[in-house]
């Protein structure tokens, strides 16, 4: 067992749609999904790394009261959290794949200081950066 | 804080914030409020309240905002002329541009340029998109206003 992050999460306004974003549009796999009460431990992972979680998590009871809760999920409406960087062999096949299963692109693959990248949100409205990893 | 945000509904944000991709994806084009409100939804009062409440600058303010920041990476990055770039970001006259740009930097496109490339620096490993929003230009008020201020003598005075 190496050391290192093991889960970063994200807030997103429904954890069903969530799942079913990074699972059939991103091929992201299901790695933890438990329940305690209204509580739901959810975390998906990337195919080609498996040391590492990514976290869909819901704002709500009993973690955030309803006025934080509410504040959360309009700033990740407003697309105001972090941004995401995603690493793909392809850009532009990976853009084409994802585009035709209907993930809604803010930037079509774009070559600048030669490499390619574009643009994505989930339908939280977290937003994701697509990058073609450096051939070096 | 602004604090109008919070209590606005999520879904009328996520709507606000796919025309405000839109208008980041193409700042170049026209985005009269009646495009943007059909982008998100909403009647056109309703959108042009929602999106300063939500985003804190006017649409129209925002998307000057957007096309400085191109205009800006194209004259530090690349070659294209002048002319080129007023045209390719989205202003109608290359006088509209040169004037809009000096009144909001204080510099004309030439020395912006000039300036640029004495700084000029490797991009290192920051994504694009985070780097271009890190030199957008910061609209606190109205290019008119910054304008009216100028021309009356006000600068820097209090609101």
């Known amino acids: ?136 | 804080m602004t604090g109008g945000a919070a209590t606005q509904d999520p879904e009328l944000l996520r709507r606000l914030l796919r025309a405000k991709d839109r208008m980041d994806g193409a700042s170049q084009e026209d985005w009269p409020v009646r495009r943007l409100a059909r982008v998100s939804g909403v009647s056109q009062a309703h959108f042009a309240r929602s999106f300063k409440q939500a985003f804190g600058v006017p649409p129209h303010r925002y998307l000057l905002t957007r096309r400085l920041e191109r205009a800006m990476a194209l004259l530090r990055d690349t070659d294209i002329s002048i002319t080129d770039i007023a045209f390719r970001t989205g202003w109608a006259s290359l006088g509209t541009f040169g004037r809009t740009l000096r009144d909001v930097t204080g510099e004309n496109p030439g020395a912006i340029r000039a300036q640029a490339r004495a700084l000029s620096r490797a991009p290192g490993r920051v994504p694009t998109c985070v780097l271009s929003a890190a030199q957008r230009p910061d609209l606190r008020i109205a290019v008119s206003e910054k304008r009216r201020r100028v021309a009356g003598g006000i600068n820097g005075s209090d609101e």
């Open chain 1, 1 to 136: 067992m190496s050391q290192g992050i093991e889960v970063i999460g994200l807030y997103v306004r429904d954890q069903d749609e969530a799942l079913a974003f990074y699972v059939e549009k991103l091929g992201f796999r299901v790695h933890t999904d438990v329940r305690n009460g209204d509580y739901r431990w959810l975390t998906v992972q990337h195919p080609d790394q498996p040391s590492f979680q990514l976290g869909l998590f819901a704002p709500g009871p009993p973690v955030h009261d309803a006025a934080t809760a509410q504040t959360l999920r309009a700033i990740v409406a407003k697309g105001a959290m972090p941004p995401l960087v995603l690493t793909v062999d392809n850009c532009r096949s990976a853009y084409d794949r994802m585009r035709a299963r209907g993930v809604e692109f803010t930037q079509e693959p774009t070559e600048r200081f030669g490499n390619v990248d574009a643009g994505f949100r989930d339908p939280s409205g977290n937003g994701w950066k697509m990058m073609e990893a450096r051939r070096l």
